[in-house]
């Protein structure tokens, strides 16, 4: 029983993903013109959750060695997964171009740092501290909305439709609830992998803002939206965290 509740709420941060797509669908015909500061909320949010999110854990639990080489591989698979796209015709619902490139990439970033999330919820239930497990479920669901809507961003960009966008918001989360499931039943394992696994998702986020992110936010001739965009994205994340303690 015990089991299937935490695997229920590594489900239930998964779905609240997929809030995040709601914000760019209301915006509608309004999004083209609030374009760069939607990229500018993707850089910020992206940014944040990297280093209050995924670093600063990593460096509380592991050695600078562990962190090291997790930060080391986490960029060289982002750089080796963008030269493949480049190289490859890569098309969603018969759209193409540098947004879907982009989109494939945010969607594949978030997917794997949705695993080790997972393991710090089944991890938390493991402790059997009181509401320990309730409270990382709900700080890791309240920041999964805005990286849900960094998913959705990029999609509408390369005028994908809202469906998509919700299903592959939630998508990206899909791993928590079996991290959460598989850390709950091997708690001493998989806490030995979580400096490494938390840094390779910081390395592999960081250089998707670096290398794709931000030039699609400040290239598209809206500096200032890009910048304030920048703002409320990493502002809303230090919100989250300075809130729930992260």
Same mark, same amino acid.
């Given at each position: 029983?015990?089991?299937?509740?935490?695997?229920?709420? =590594?489900?239930?941060?998964?779905?609240?993903?997929?809030?995040?797509?709601?914000?760019?669908?209301?915006?509608?015909?309004?999004?083209?013109?609030?374009?760069?500061?939607?990229?500018?909320?993707?850089?910020?949010?992206?940014?944040?959750?990297?280093?209050?999110?995924?670093?600063?854990?990593? /460096?509380?639990? =592991?050695?600078?060695?562990?962190?090291?080489?997790?930060?080391?591989?986490?960029?060289? $698979?982002?750089?080796?997964?963008?030269? /493949?796209?480049?190289?490859?015709?890569?098309?969603?619902?018969?759209?193409?171009?540098?947004?879907?490139?982009?989109?494939?990439?945010? $969607?594949?970033?978030?997917?794997?740092?949705?695993?080790?999330?997972?393991?710090?919820?089944?991890?938390?239930?493991?402790?059997?501290?009181?509401?320990?497990?309730?409270?990382?479920?709900? %700080?890791?669901?309240?920041?999964?909305?805005?990286?849900?809507?960094?998913?959705?961003?990029?999609?509408?960009?390369?005028?994908? =439709?809202?469906?998509?966008? $919700?299903?592959?918001?939630?998508?990206?989360?899909?791993?928590?609830?079996?991290?959460?499931?598989?850390?709950?039943?091997?708690?001493?394992?998989?806490?030995? /992998?979580?400096?490494?696994?938390?840094?390779? %998702?910081?390395?592999?986020?960081?250089?998707?803002?670096?290398?794709?992110?931000?030039?699609?936010?400040?290239?598209?001739?809206?500096?200032?939206?890009?910048?304030?965009?920048?703002?409320?994205?990493?502002?809303?994340?230090?919100?989250?965290?300075?809130?729930?303690?992260?």
């Amino acid at each position: 029983m015990d089991l299937l509740v935490v695997a229920l709420a =590594g489900l239930g941060t998964a779905l609240a993903t997929g809030l995040g797509a709601l914000p760019v669908w209301w915006l509608g015909d309004r999004a083209e013109l609030l374009r760069p500061a939607l990229w500018g909320v993707t850089v910020g949010v992206m940014s944040v959750a990297s280093v209050v999110g995924l670093l600063e854990p990593a /460096l509380d639990a =592991g050695s600078a060695g562990e962190v090291g080489a997790g930060l080391a591989v986490g960029v060289a $698979f982002l750089l080796a997964s963008r030269a /493949l796209l480049e190289r490859r015709h890569v098309t969603i619902a018969g759209h193409d171009g540098p947004g879907v490139r982009t989109g494939v990439l945010v $969607f594949g970033v978030l997917l794997v740092h949705s695993l080790p999330e997972g393991f710090a919820i089944g991890t938390a239930y493991a402790s059997e501290t009181a509401g320990l497990g309730l409270y990382v479920i709900l %700080a890791i669901a309240l920041q999964n909305i805005p990286e849900g809507t960094s998913v959705a961003i990029p999609m509408d960009a390369a005028g994908i =439709g809202r469906a998509r966008q $919700f299903w592959a918001a939630v998508a990206t989360s899909v791993p928590q609830p079996v991290g959460a499931a598989v850390a709950y039943l091997l708690v001493a394992e998989i806490e030995a /992998l979580l400096p490494f696994s938390f840094a390779f %998702a910081a390395g592999a986020m960081l250089s998707l803002v670096a290398v794709e992110l931000a030039p699609q936010a400040f290239a598209r001739g809206g500096r200032r939206l890009a910048a304030a965009g920048t703002a409320l994205g990493a502002a809303t994340m230090v919100a989250l965290a300075l809130a729930f303690g992260v």
